[in-house]
């Protein structure tokens, strides 16, 4: 995409009237493309457990009740009044130093069982694209197979290193635990602090619901004079670190800290090649 001034705003793929007629001219009849509405939300996150055969209310936290905006950058395939595919674009800001890239994350993409093979994934995707570069977004991100999203123009541009680290290596290195709780995620006051510390990484991601990445599906959430850490799918008190903060570069004591609380044995997180210095200190 061309260069431009870097501004950091919310936008929403909503669409006027107008636009909608539009869409339904390039296809079938009873078929349209639209935003989801905050009032079918229930059903909207029944259609995405059964595309992806999750479990019933896999999806209740992903779009809190509490909080409509959230899902309105989802756009859906209406079919006889009935949705059969979606793809989600999520507005988020990268933070590189003073600069701001504005950057949408795509996510949720799905069609019901019964409907694929019909073009409604490359429909919604061409559409969301469109939208994007219409709105002024500098990059789009996601995850998933390359073959498929690289006829829409994705390429890979980053690896990651998974780290595993066990509670005997920390304690043979006297590693100190950092005193930490497990907090309510929904709590006001827990939200603001996590984000307070989250805002004093030089480079981080900041999504335009910051509240929604600790009501994920099975996230632990960890808090502490020092920092925080974010968990998910954890077995038998070991911890998959979705993410780590300490201002006060004590990464390795919240990590001990947490598997004390969850009387874990190891913890795995993901390191980027850009972390050098982090990467350095879990090392040891």
């Known amino acids: 995409m ?10 929403y793929l909503t669409y006027s009237l107008d636009e909608l007629i539009e869409f339904g001219k390039g296809m079938a009849m009873g078929e349209i493309i639209r935003n989801v509405r905050f009032e079918e939300l229930e059903a909207f996150n029944r259609f995405l457990e059964r ?9 209740k936290s992903s779009h809190a009740p509490h909080n409509p905006d959230a899902i309105r950058c989802n756009l859906v395939v209406e079919r ?6 979606h793809v989600g674009t999520y507005p988020m800001d990268i933070i590189i130093g003073s600069a701001r890239i504005l950057c949408a994350g795509v996510g949720g993409v799905a069609t019901h069982p019964e409907e694929r093979g019909k073009g409604y994934m490359s429909q919604l995707m ?20 390359q073959q ?18 066990n509670r005997i290596s920390l304690e043979h290195f006297k590693v100190q635990p950092v005193p930490l709780e497990e907090v309510d995620p929904q709590d006001e006051d827990v939200i603001k602090r996590i984000h307070q510390l989250h805002s004093t990484l030089p480079y981080r991601v900041e999504p335009k619901h910051f509240d929604l990445r600790l009501l994920k599906y099975k996230v632990r959430v960890f808090l502490g004079p020092d920092g925080y850490l974010l968990s998910r799918n954890e077995k038998a008190g070991n911890l998959e670190i979705h993410e780590i903060v300490s201002p006060t570069h004590q990464e390795a004591g919240l990590i001990l800290g947490a598997l004390n609380w969850t009387f874990g044995s190891a913890a795995s997180l993901r390191l980027e090649p850009g972390e050098g210095e982090r990467a350095d200190r879990l090392l040891m």
């Open 51 to 59: 595309s992806y055969g999750h479990k019933y209310g896999f999806f």
């Open 126 to 145: 061409e559409e969301s694209l469109r939208k994007m570069r219409e709105e002024g977004y500098h990059i789009s991100v996601l995850w998933g197979n």
């Open 2 to 11: 061309k260069e431009r001034t870097i501004i950091s705003r919310s936008i």
């Open 148 to 165: 498929r999203y690289s006829n829409f123009g994705y390429e890979t541009c980053d690896i990651q290193y998974k780290l595993t680290i």
């Open 80 to 85: 006889d009044g009935c949705i059969v595919s």
